[in-house]
């Protein structure tokens, strides 16, 4: 049997609990307490039991809450530091948030109210009716809400305008398109050789180097004549066409081909076989020569009437600027660098000065017996920091408005974010920069020198400043924005070879100023030539006869 000890009792005649602490409960804290105070309220984890507010004090003790379990620090109190508890100031993009994010929600919160207000007002018939709806509603978007965005994103911004109007009874011989034009290669194109090397020019000036936004340039109207001349009026292409080579241009024609597949604009280049020779020209009054701006950019300038910032204003305005800019540049005035030849271009009988300029005559082999001369030109010469004599292309980047071309303020970024903003103009000007680079690279030039203009101000487009100058090395420069020369001349080879395949006569290379494909069309002999060369030519015939009379007699 188990045994069992009673506790021991002790009996209290005056009060309620023991009469004497035990021993090992002598040092404990006492909480004394009356034989009213209930202790339910220890089990009570919810809180939830006793609700009823007129019994909210029958747990508390009648003897208060007494100190007898309250805590005391009684280390050493010198280590104490106090804790930093002042408000942290948030940045100014911060501040506002709490506000934005509590004003966010009560409107959700209101909303949500608001449509379940609404929903049970709605009876079930309307209720029918509107979930109907919605389910129409999704159906059409299944069916047609992917057919509308694809149309929504061929849609270009503005319909553009073609280069030249295409008349009716021109036939489309070949049509190329851009990402067919973008796998083709022709490596290994072999060195150029100098045929012919004329014109004069001048050395340029290096304080043009030191310009920066703090102590800026103004740009300067500088009157002299730019020979544009096309392929078949130059004189030395006629004469060279006579004895060697088979297809002829000039290297601007020649950089818009090869670069065809960067552009956006329309353009148009003329094609003429003679025999087995091949001619590309441009018309007399295209807009051949003018400077995009603002082309491969992500919103291009629009038309807008007769706004400054139009396309065609904007390209009449970076022109200005990059024939001012690349004669300002220079020691004009002083003694000049020569080739062998004078400018083929000058008549005698006109006192107006002529631009510096050097021409170089040169000969490339692009395999199957095709043998292209072409005219290259150089801007100016300088001297290197061997001291050697080095040819260079002077060009000019111009900002017109930031706000609208990629909002990168140059006066502000210029000096010390140079590359950012060279950036912003190889996204906006991708192709005319890749035009540059392609005529510096079959010139030969040693260097390819870039101004920065801007206007003084944003609404005027008659004044401009200098903010500084870069130069690079035409091919390092050519790897920086991509340009693959290989592709270069493979696309030039594909046209080239398309031409050749052709009957003899006239043709118009144009690119669609819509699409990225570039088309050839077949045109009579006698379009874009005006009355006056046919008076010319007429002329020209009266006095060979007269003459042929004279030797007859």
């Known amino acids: 049997m188990a045994h069992f000890d009673p506790p021991q009792i002790q009996e209290n005649p005056n009060g309620w609990g023991p009469c004497q602490v035990p021993e090992k409960f002598k040092d404990m804290p006492y909480q004394p307490f009356s034989k009213d105070v209930r202790l339910g309220k220890v089990s009570d984890w919810t809180g939830g039991t006793y609700q009823d507010k007129r019994y909210l004090g029958k747990y508390n003790s009648a003897f208060g809450g007494g100190s007898q379990y309250a805590y005391y620090h009684e280390e050493d109190e010198t280590t104490f530091q106090l804790v ?20 966010k929600q009560r409107r959700e919160r209101e909303r949500r109210q608001q449509n379940q207000a609404s929903m049970q007002v709605l009876s ?10 919605q389910r129409l509603l999704k159906k059409w978007q299944k069916q047609f809400g992917k057919q509308m965005q694809e149309n929504r994103q061929k ?57 920066t936004t703090k102590n800026e340039k103004k ?36 950089a818009t081909l090869m670069c065809c597949t960067r552009s956006t604009y329309s353009w148009d280049v003329i094609v003429q076989r003679v025999g087995n020779k091949l001619f590309f020209d441009k018309r007399d009054d295209s807009e051949f020569d003018l400077l995009t701006v603002s082309e491969t950019a992500t919103e291009p300038p629009q038309e807008e009437g007769n706004s400054i910032n139009s396309p065609h204003n904007l390209a009449l305005e970076a022109t200005f600027i990059n024939h001012n800019i690349s004669q300002q540049v220079l020691r004009m005035g002083e003694d000049k660098y020569e080739f062998e030849k004078k400018n083929p271009f000058i008549v005698s009988d006109t006192d107006a000065e002529v631009a510096s300029v050097g021409y170089r005559y040169r000969k490339w082999q692009l395999g199957n017996d095709i043998t292209l001369i072409a005219r290259c030109e150089h801007d100016a010469i300088m001297y290197g920091p061997n001291g050697e004599l080095q040819y260079i292309n002077v060009k000019s980047l111009n900002e017109w408005d930031s706000r609208f071309s990629g909002g990168v303020d140059w006066r502000s970024r210029l000096d010390n974010q140079r590359g950012a903003v060279l950036a912003t103009e190889l996204k906006n000007n991708s192709c005319k920069l890749a035009k540059w680079t392609v005529c510096a690279l079959l010139a030969g030039s040693d260097q390819l020198k870039f101004g920065y203009v801007s206007r003084v101000q944003y609404k005027d487009s008659a004044k401009h400043v200098i903010l500084g100058t870069q130069q690079f090395k035409p091919i390092e420069f050519a790897s920086q924005i991509n340009l693959n020369m290989d592709n270069a001349w493979g696309v030039l080879r594909c046209i080239i070879d398309t031409c050749m395949k052709l ?5 118009l290379i144009m690119k669609d100023p819509n699409k990225p494909v570039v088309r050839i069309y ?21 006095e060979d006869s007269e003459s042929e009379d004279e030797l007859d007699k």
Not at 127 to 133: G, H, Q, T
Not at 227 to 250: C, E, M, S
Not at 522 to 542: L, R
């Open 155 to 211: 849609v270009p911004l503005k319909h553009r305008d073609a280069s030249v109007q295409i008349k009716d009874d021109w036939k489309v011989v070949e049509e190329m398109d851009f990402p067919r034009l973008t796998k083709l290669n022709l490596p290994q194109i072999e060195e150029s050789k100098d045929l012919v090397k004329c014109g004069a020019m001048e050395y340029y000036d290096k304080k043009y180097d030191r310009v």
């Open 219 to 254: 740009l300067k109207r500088i009157n002299r004549i730019f020979h544009k001349v096309t392929t078949t009026d130059d004189p030395i292409i006629r004469q060279l066409a006579k004895t060697q080579g088979n297809v002829f241009a000039t290297d601007a024609i020649l």
């Open 84 to 103: 930093d508890s002042s408000k942290i100031q948030r940045p100014m993009y911060q501040r506002g948030r709490r506000l934005f994010q509590q004003n």
């Open 503 to 507: 009957k003899e006569g006239k043709y």
């Open 522 to 542: 077949d045109i009579p002999d006698n379009t874009f030539e005006s009355d006056e060369e046919e008076d010319d030519s007429s002329s020209e015939d009266d």
């Open 124 to 133: 079930k018939t309307q209720k029918n009716r509107e979930r109907d709806r």
